[in-house]
């Protein structure tokens, strides 16, 4: 795919960004980010949206772009949405991340997404004709 391709350009263009290990305090208020991507959407895993104030944001470690690489221990590589999901919600105390800076693969997939929406909002505006 077109995807897969650029992100097999990007990545050895980069050399692969070396992966890095972020440990977040598990509390009520949640880890403080959103996660994209998956196996369903032929996509690497990756951090979406860090929530201003929230625990990832206040420990810094986290980027917009990160690639989810593991959980605790658990490879998400290559894996659905909701085991990632899962392996997030499961964790006690505290969580353990993998994950490897891949602005390119995020930009790729939100103009995907971006795509999707707008043929979508077509297919909307005919349907009400």
Do not use: C, W
Not at 15 to 28: D, Q
Not at 58 to 79: A, F, I, P, Y
Request: hydrophobic share 35%; net charge neutral; aromatic share 4%.
């Amino acid at each position: 795919s077109d995807l897969e391709a650029t992100v097999a350009a990007f990545a050895a263009s980069e050399g692969h960004s070396h992966p890095r290990v972020i440990e977040l305090p598990k509390t009520e208020e949640g880890l403080g980010f959103n996660v994209m991507g998956g196996k369903e959407q032929n996509s690497p895993i990756y951090i979406s949206r860090i929530i201003p104030g929230g625990v990832a944001d206040r420990h810094g470690g986290l980027k917009r772009g990160d690639q989810l690489l593991s959980v605790n221990g658990v490879s998400v590589e290559g894996e659905h949405h909701e085991k990632a999901v899962e392996l997030l919600k499961a964790a006690q105390n505290s969580v353990k991340l993998v994950v490897r800076y891949t602005p390119k693969v995020l930009e790729e997939m939100e103009a995907r997404f971006e795509k999707l929406r707008t043929a979508r909002r077509r297919q909307q505006q005919q349907l009400l004709i």
